[in-house]
């Protein structure tokens, strides 16, 4: 009974990140198709592990450095989570913000001045909240581990 109800736990997810979160989904589908790595599972997710040293989610799609620590995992899950509840408005309320956030020069040197946790963003820290992402670190050691493994 386990197995089937997991099993319909893993068809659920893909289908509706297939429907309600088409464009995100179809866009991680293409960037697991193009990109090299070891591909597998992550909880209800299809991860795979990237040459890239950054994370990305992108509906049902994770992708991750090799040697990303869990919390990495489950924060790039919890963008997952993010797609599965906003569909269609993800990328605009999650996605691109996210990426601005994480990839804008100014916002990265306002961060390291300011001394601003990368994950205190609402983008982040909601992701963090839906994966169960467990802090290890305060603000100057997560921008490190940012750095490392988020994108």
């Known amino acids: 009974m386990k197995k089937l109800l997991n099993i319909l736990c893993n068809v659920l997810f893909a289908a509706v990140q297939f429907t ?10 293409i ?3 193009v990109s090299r790595g070891k591909a597998g599972r992550y909880r209800l997710a299809v991860h795979k592990v990237w ?4 994370g990305l989610s992108l509906g049902l799609f994770i992708f991750t450095p090799a040697g990303a620590p869990k919390r990495i995992l489950d924060h790039e899950y919890g963008h997952s989570l993010q797609s599965l509840i906003l569909g269609p408005l993800y990328l605009p309320l ?5 990426l601005i956030w994480c990839k804008n020069k100014k916002l990265i040197q306002y961060r390291k001045n300011k001394k601003k946790d990368y994950f205190g963003f609402y983008t982040e820290r909601t992701a963090d909240a839906l994966g169960k992402a467990k802090k290890e670190n305060k603000s100057n050691e997560m921008e490190e581990v940012h750095h490392t493994y988020h994108g």
């Open 20 to 29: 309600w979160g088409l464009p995100q989904t179809f866009c991680g589908l």
């Open 31 to 33: 960037v697991f198709l």
């Open 51 to 54: 040459e890239k040293e950054e």
């Open 94 to 98: 999650v996605g691109f913000p996210s």
